[in-house]
């Protein structure tokens, strides 16, 4: 199936960049949020990126006029009706993205993808929101969208062959690596990397060594480009929290069991960088 038009819902974080790198593939794209507020707001974001793109010599004026021209933004599903797939972006709660699901399966044609954005929910939920379980599947997206070469497809245990193709077609036309998983918590990345700071955290709490020591094992031993804790303090520690626990409910899989540690930092407001305080301290600006 060929795909030319995008709808993409929510243009917060992770919406406006899914939106900017559609129209960079030349996709025409039209975004829905709920107040024109916040939709200007997300727009503005794709304009600043795509403007330090063309500062920075990665593309031109003429470029970035085009790549702006495929965009269309609403605060209406209605916009939605003519759209090959659809992508949501909207928060990680299972409750409003299934009532999203079934709108956009009211709304959409039949053979429009109905694709989700969601770091660890079911997919497969989501697909029976719909009465088009085949062609729903999940496109993870990684931080910052338009930077990462990664994009992690889920399978819901109800998507077709004919849609996993397409899809994987489209994700490689915007420039992506694909990875694809079953439908299972956390699927690859967001497992792998629960896991990791998991186990960085029960390191720390059990005095076996000091955060910057847990920090370098993985760094300097294995090349990562930040340490788990550190990288915990970045992404912020109550995000990081609330995954894990939605991970462990779902799956009580003992390696993603949150710790009481992370637990107590959260509740005492030590939530990581954007506190200023998490397992390591920081000066404002830092
Ligand atoms: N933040 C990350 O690093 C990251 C990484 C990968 C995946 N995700 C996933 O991406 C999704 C979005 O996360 P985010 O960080 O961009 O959140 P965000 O809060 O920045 O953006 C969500 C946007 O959705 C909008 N919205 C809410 N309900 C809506 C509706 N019914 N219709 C249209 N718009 C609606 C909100 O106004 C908001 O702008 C979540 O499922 C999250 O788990 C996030």
């Known amino acids: ?3 030319r038009k995008i709808g993409v819902v929510g243009c917060g974080f992770m919406g406006s960049g899914i939106v900017q790198v559609c129209a960079q593939a030349g996709y025409d794209v039209v975004v829905a949020e709920i107040s024109e507020q ?7 974001t794709v304009e600043y990126y795509l403007s330090r793109d ?8 003429q470029d970035k006029d085009s790549m702006q021209a495929c965009i269309r933004g609403g605060i209406t599903k209605e916009d939605l009706t003519d759209r090959d797939l659809v992508i949501e972006a909207v928060p990680e709660d299972m409750k409003i993205k299934k009532e999203l699901f079934a709108e956009l ?5 039949g053979h429009t993808i109905l694709c989700s954005n969601t770091s660890c929910l079911s997919v497969t ?3 029976r929101a719909t009465s088009r379980p085949d062609r729903v599947l999940g496109m993870h997206f990684l931080s910052p969208v338009p930077r990462s070469r990664l994009l992690e497809i889920v399978r819901a245990d109800t998507t077709s062959e004919e849609t996993l193709a397409t899809v994987k077609a489209f994700g490689r036309s915007l420039g992506k690596e694909i990875l ?3 439908d299972t918590p956390g699927f690859i990345f967001n497992y792998l990397l629960l896991a990791l700071t998991g186990a960085a955290v029960r390191l720390l709490e059990n005095g076996v060594a000091s955060a910057e020591d847990i920090d370098k094992s993985m760094t300097l031993g294995l090349g990562h480009p930040i340490g788990p804790l550190a990288l915990a303090d970045f992404n912020g520690l109550d995000v990081g929290y609330m995954v894990a626990h939605a991970m462990y409910e779902r799956s009580k899989d003992p390696c993603l069991a949150p710790s009481a540690m992370l637990k107590r930092m959260v509740e005492s407001g030590r939530l990581g960088r954007k506190a200023g305080e998490g397992f390591y301290k920081y000066s404002q600006g830092e």
């Open 125 to 127: 939920e989501l697909a």
């Open 1 to 3: 199936m060929e795909i």
């Open 54 to 61: 063309v500062a920075k010599g990665r593309i031109s004026q």
């Open 38 to 44: 916040i939709l200007s707001k997300g727009l503005a």
């Open 180 to 182: 694809v998983a079953r």
């Open 105 to 109: 399966d009211r709304l959409c044609p």
